[in-house]
């Protein structure tokens, strides 16, 4: 169990990093945003958007802790689904898993 323990907090400063590297400038930021279509927001929410750090986090979360502990990865489910678009990028990760 610690094993597993210290993978979610390399995992968590991992995503954190990935977060930072993607905010740090604010004009690239800008374009790596998506709005999410109506079936999926919130209710709550007049509007709703994903990043491309969402996405990225999730699968590298995924993929990282499904190489240490082979068949958890099929566990791991994050809010975004893998796929993001917007006007300039059309990306769908695929990690092999």
Do not use: Y
Not at 9 to 27: D, L, T
């Amino acid at each position: 169990m610690s094993q597993l323990m210290v993978a979610l907090i390399q995992a968590s400063e991992k995503a954190a990093n990935i977060a930072r590297s993607c905010r740090q400038e604010e004009r690239l930021f800008s374009l790596l945003i998506e709005e999410k279509k109506n079936d999926s927001q919130k209710r709550t929410c007049a509007a709703d958007f994903k990043t491309l750090a969402d996405v990225l986090v999730q699968e590298v979360i995924r993929h990282d802790i499904g190489k240490q502990f082979p068949g958890l990865e099929n566990s791991i489910f994050g809010e975004e689904t893998n796929e993001f678009m917007n006007g300039l990028v059309c990306h769908r990760t695929n990690w092999g898993v």
